[in-house]
């Protein structure tokens, strides 16, 4: 019996993530102050579809476009910082099937992943020392540890990452999170993105069949530029989240001030909402924020014709879709910084008290924007306009 389901437009998605995150606000402030492990959240998105958003239409999935995933990542963000992040992580990893695999490990894959609703997580950081992989017969066991893991204990999978041992080849696969020998440590304890279970993992000697070698036949990578799409991919899940954490501090900002905020005795004013400083500020920000969207929303799109022919990307193409993707996330980290920090202006100083929780947006962000510099950012689009260099892909371009 088919388990497709009845086709929905991406506005019905985007309608039921604004739906989500209205559950999620109602009591954000007091779960980032908890910090607990977010398994309810995770529950919610599989509740809603959200989380096989990317899955086939055949096996149960919505089978939309990326555009439509950040969408909802912004979205989610707006009420929730970390499970925007979490649920646009899971999205890129649930697509490194299709990024790396061969065809028919990702259907499998991608098959299995909506049919079981999983959620992804990833133990995949650049920054550590590689994480080891021998082979054992038919079996490849991955040795090592990773500072980061996000998502670690609400996943149902986790991408694992190594080099095979003796050669500079990488291998990922993907394991049950349960695996004998997969380690989540409780050491995630940042300001920001509370709830985005990131903390270390300890690998010791997890099992995946050679079968699961993401894009390998007969033990051979079979290498396409579309490879590596991965990065300018989730940098493109960093936009989104951004951009939705500002929004959601503007929007909470703005009730405040309507409702909350004293004018001042000094400006002529009975309400907040009039002073000229205030209005003026609103604008700025939403000025700035809907541009950064606009942007956004444009590079999703040039994004999807790469995704909608993979087998076509070539390194010229790749590479002006990352420039393009470098400019719009400078200008997300810029925007959404400004706003998360200059609503306070604006809300006045009874609004610092940590009940209201307006301190979570700034956090979030300030955070995640430290994830690589977005001066190189600057750079790859600098170096482009300047003498046409396209950058090369790397772990973080």
């Given at each position: 019996m088919s388990t497709e389901t009845p086709a929905k437009t991406a506005e019905?998605?985007?309608?039921?993530?604004?739906?989500?995150?209205?559950?999620?606000?109602?009591?954000?402030?007091?779960?980032?102050?908890?910090?607990?492990?977010p398994h309810a959240e995770i529950q919610l998105l599989k509740d809603a579809g959200l989380v096989t958003l990317l899955g086939p239409t055949e096996h149960g999935g919505a089978g939309q476009d990326w555009p439509t995933a950040y969408?909802?990542?912004?979205?989610?963000?707006?009420?929730?910082?970390s499970i925007g992040q979490l649920l646009g992580y899971h999205y890129l990893w649930f697509w490194a099937a299709r990024l790396v695999g061969t065809r028919e490990q990702w259907e499998r894959l991608e098959a299995e992943a909506t049919r079981e609703t999983w959620f992804f997580g990833g133990a995949v950081n650049p920054r550590d020392h590689d994480v080891t992989v021998t082979e054992d017969?038919?079996?490849?066991?991955?040795?090592?540890?990773?500072?980061?893991?996000?998502?670690?204990?609400?996943?149902?999978?986790?991408?694992?990452?190594?080099?095979?041992?003796?050669?500079?080849?990488?291998?990922?696969?993907?394991?049950?999170?349960?695996?004998?020998?997969?380690?989540?440590?409780?050491?995630?304890?940042?300001?920001?993105?509370?709830?985005?279970?990131?903390?270390?993992?300890?690998?010791?000697?997890?099992?995946?069949?050679?079968?699961?070698?993401?894009?390998?036949?007969?033990?051979?990578?079979?290498?396409?530029?579309?490879?590596?799409?991965?990065?300018?991919?989730?940098q493109l899940v960093f936009v989104n989240f951004y951009l939705g954490i500002a929004a959601g501090a503007l929007e909470t900002a703005a009730?405040?001030?309507?409702?909350?905020?004293?004018?001042?005795?000094?400006?002529?004013?009975?309400?907040?909402?009039?002073?000229?400083?205030?209005?003026?500020?609103?604008g700025d920000l939403t000025a700035k924020l809907w541009a950064a969207e606009a942007l956004a929303d444009a590079v999703a799109l040039e994004g999807q014709k790469l995704h909608d022919e993979p087998d076509a990307v070539t390194p010229e193409t790749r590479g002006a879709f990352e420039v393009r993707v470098a400019a719009v996330k400078a200008r997300a980290t810029d925007?959404?910084?400004?706003?998360?920090?200059?609503?306070?202006?604006?809300?006045?100083?009874?609004?610092?008290?940590?009940?209201?929780?307006?301190?979570?947006?700034?956090?979030?962000?300030?955070?995640?924007?430290?994830?690589?510099?977005?001066?190189?950012?600057?750079?790859?689009?600098?170096r482009w306009v300047l003498d046409g260099e396209l950058p090369e892909p790397t772990w973080y371009s």
């Open positions: 019905y998605w985007i309608a039921r993530a604004t739906e989500v995150a209205a559950v999620l606000a109602t009591d954000a402030a007091a779960r980032d102050k908890a910090g607990a492990t969408r909802a990542v912004r979205e989610i963000a707006k009420a929730d910082g017969g038919d079996d490849l066991v991955f040795t090592g540890a990773k500072t980061f893991s996000t998502g670690s204990k609400v996943s149902d999978v986790t991408v694992l990452e190594g080099v095979l041992d003796g050669t500079d080849n990488h291998v990922f696969a993907v394991v049950p999170s349960t695996s004998r020998g997969l380690t989540f440590h409780d050491d995630w304890d940042n300001i920001g993105q509370r709830l985005t279970e990131s903390g270390g993992v300890t690998i010791d000697a997890v099992r995946a069949p050679w079968t699961d070698a993401l894009g390998y036949a007969g033990k051979e990578f079979q290498p396409r530029t579309y490879n590596t799409l991965n990065v300018p991919t989730i009730t405040y001030t309507r409702t909350k905020s004293r004018s001042w005795l000094h400006s002529g004013h009975d309400r907040a909402v009039d002073e000229p400083y205030v209005i003026d500020v609103y925007v959404a910084l400004e706003a998360t920090n200059r609503v306070f202006e604006v809300t006045g100083a009874r609004a610092t008290a940590s009940a209201e929780g307006l301190d979570r947006f700034w956090r979030n962000v300030r955070t995640h924007t430290l994830h690589d510099p977005v001066a190189y950012k600057r750079r790859e689009v600098g």
